[in-house]
T-cell receptor, first 113, second 116 residues
Framework: GAGVSQSPSNKVTEKGKDVELRCDPI?????LYWYRQRLGQGLEFLIY????????KSGLPSDRFSAERTGESVSTLTIQRTQQEDSAVYLC???????????FGQGTRLTVV | AQKVTQAQTEISVVEKEDVTLDCVYE???????LFWYKQPPSGELVFLIR??????QNEISGRYSWNFQKSTSSFNFTITASQVVDSAVYFC?????????????FGKGTMLLVSP
């Protein structure tokens, strides 16, 4: 497909388990973003990649969160030892470069029980 | 610091009514970008418009129009003759050029409900 693809679309996990969320950006988009959207809230910035580098990881809420990007393409967001407050929709977006419009995936809905 | 405020949490209108969604932003930068996104029930954010801080011209696209006023730090969005398909959550967002990268700071969104 031509859009941003995220998998899985839904994930239910037990508290304390690790989860990996995947994002396939639009081909050729150098910029990739992860956002978190809690129920009824706006989007909270987590991390930004330019190529395979993440200039600023300060949006990650704790050291349980990490992300990587390889081949200037796929990105993985990992949450270790999940907590109930991690329950949210995690959205990935990509763009051609800075300040151009970002295209969003449909998100991964994470539920920690 | 940057901040985006969408004071209207939820708006309900009847089809064919006009509706304006408010967005007020705060930034110390002179160069910045403003965006509107639509999030339908399917969940995927749909880009609507990007405006840079040096372009205060209002824009119209079909039934959508945007009013950017730097004097009041507002970037309001009007839907004319609303339709049921317009029902969604609408987010206003801000990006500052001097941050070095184009992260978006989003408002909390306005849920628009258009009834037949």
């Amino acid at each position: 497909g031509a859009g941003v693809s995220q998998s899985p679309s839904n994930k239910v996990t037990e508290k304390g388990k690790d989860v990996e969320l995947r994002c396939d950006p639009i081909s050729g988009h150098t910029a990739l973003y992860w956002y978190r959207q809690r129920l009824g809230q706006g989007l909270e910035f987590l991390i930004y990649f330019q190529g395979n580098s993440a200039p600023d990881k300060s949006g990650l809420p704790s050291d349980r969160f990490s992300a990587e990007r390889t081949g200037e393409s796929v990105s993985t967001l990992t949450i270790q030892r999940t907590q109930q407050e991690d329950s949210a929709v995690y959205l990935c977006a990509s763009s051609l470069g800075e300040f151009t419009e970002a295209f969003f995936g449909q998100g991964t809905r994470l539920t920690v029980v | 610091a940057q901040k985006v405020t969408q004071a209207q949490t939820e708006i309900s209108v009847v089809e064919k009514e006009d509706v304006t969604l408010d967005c007020v932003y705060e930034t110390r930068d002179t160069t910045y970008y403003l965006f509107w996104y639509k999030q339908p029930p399917s969940g995927e954010l749909v880009f609507l418009i990007r405006r840079n801080s040096f372009d205060e011209q209002n824009e119209i696209s079909g039934r959508y129009s945007w009013n950017f006023q730097k004097s009041t730090s507002s970037f309001n969005f009007t839907i004319t003759a609303s339709q049921v398909v317009d029902s969604a959550v609408y987010f206003c967002a801000l990006s500052e050029a001097t941050s070095g990268y184009s992260t978006l700071t989003f408002g909390k969104g306005t849920m628009l409900l258009v009834s037949p």
